[in-house]
């Protein structure tokens, strides 16, 4: 159960990882972010279409670039961040908890 929840936030990191590229030094291509993280070329790409299908980045020839959508989602990335790490917290069981067996 947690495992699953772990592998998503690992893709997650990944995802915003190969944004954050695409902010910075847009146009970039494949090759370029796969030898500046370490993925191998088939994680970015898949990377790389997660963003697209969100609206996040579009290709163009010289590689994937920002779109409009992408300063607003920024912008309200920490705040929903904040709230998942609070429903986080908050599902934590306390070690006073005495689980009888």
Do not use: C, W
């Not at 990882?17 to 030094?25: A, F, K, N, T, Y």
């Not at 970039?28 to 796969?34: A, D, E, L, R, T």
């Not at 020839?61 to 300063?71: K, L, M, N, V």
């Not at 705040?79 to 917290?89: N, P, Q, R, S």
């Amino acid at each position: 159960m947690i495992d699953r929840l772990e592998k998503e936030v690992d893709m997650l990191e990944r995802h915003l990882q190969v944004l954050r590229m695409v902010i910075d030094s847009e146009p970039i291509g494949i090759v370029k972010m796969s030898n500046e993280t370490g993925y191998p070329h088939h994680k970015v790409r898949y990377s790389l279409r997660v963003l697209e299908e969100e609206s996040l980045i579009e290709p163009s020839s010289q590689g994937a670039i920002t779109t409009e959508r992408t300063a607003e989602f920024v912008d309200e990335l920490d705040e929903k961040l904040d709230g998942i790490v609070d429903k986080l917290d908050d599902m934590k069981i306390e070690e006073t908890v005495e689980i009888e067996g």
